[in-house]
């Protein structure tokens, strides 16, 4: 698959040829949603908790004797049908994340890519440098650009200049090529790799 390469500044800069292993592949949906399900679980905090009932701080005398008063046989004032006492099956500290496979993570990541290949939301730039770290001028080749949703993917070092300029502006993010990952790719509407970034990812898949 040939693409065409452009600078920041909208002028073209040569092609590039893609390779078919990794962006040519037919999309398949099941593996993108297990590894972005993969990512979501990982990232949940785990860390909401309530109190049950060994944790809550009361007396552990029974309340009443067991027979003559009319009432319902009670013991502790801990349990949770009592105003003040613990929570019946509340959520507990723990780790949401659940496992899978490299090599699925791998070929999602490469389903994730090919998607973007076939719906034309792939931009290849030459690379991803400015002279002054300014967000009014990089906002201006964006828009030259068409780009107002997008993730651009860069080589293993991101230019500081750059980066700063991109930081504040909306819907726009920066990665290097080490944070590329399926739930980003997807969540944007187009995808902006450099040359550096392409010729990583070859390397990576090689």
């Not at 309530?50 to 319902?72: F, H, I, L, P, S």
């Not at 931009?123 to 080749?141: E, M, S």
């Not at 949703?149 to 080490?178: K, M, W, Y």
Request: charged fraction near 25%; charge should be positive; glycine fraction near 10%.
């Amino acid at each position: 698959m040939e693409l065409k390469v452009t600078t920041l500044e909208g002028k073209d800069a040569g092609s590039v040829q893609l390779s078919d292993a990794i962006f040519g592949l037919e999309p398949r949906a099941d593996i993108i949603a297990r590894c972005v399900q993969w990512q979501l679980n990982k990232r949940q905090a785990g860390t909401h908790k309530t109190q049950g009932r060994a944790d809550v701080w009361r007396t552990g005398k029974k309340m009443y004797k067991q027979k003559g008063t009319g009432g319902a046989r009670h013991g502790s004032a801990r349990v949770p049908q009592f105003r003040g006492g613990g929570r019946a099956f509340g959520p507990v500290v723990r780790s949401h994340a659940t496992d899978l496979p490299k090599k699925v993570r791998a070929l999602a990541l490469k389903h994730a890519l090919s998607a973007k290949a076939k719906d034309g939301g792939l931009i290849v730039l030459d690379n991803a440098q400015v002279q002054d770290a300014k967000t009014k001028a990089l906002v201006g080749h964006f828009s030259g650009l068409g780009l107002t949703n997008a993730l651009i993917i860069d080589g293993a070092e991101l230019h500081n200049g750059f980066a700063a300029a991109a930081r504040n502006i909306p819907n726009i993010d920066v990665l290097p090529i080490q944070g590329i990952n399926v739930y980003d790719i997807l969540r944007r509407h187009k995808l902006v790799l450099t040359k550096a970034a392409l010729d990583a990812l070859e390397a990576r898949f090689k």
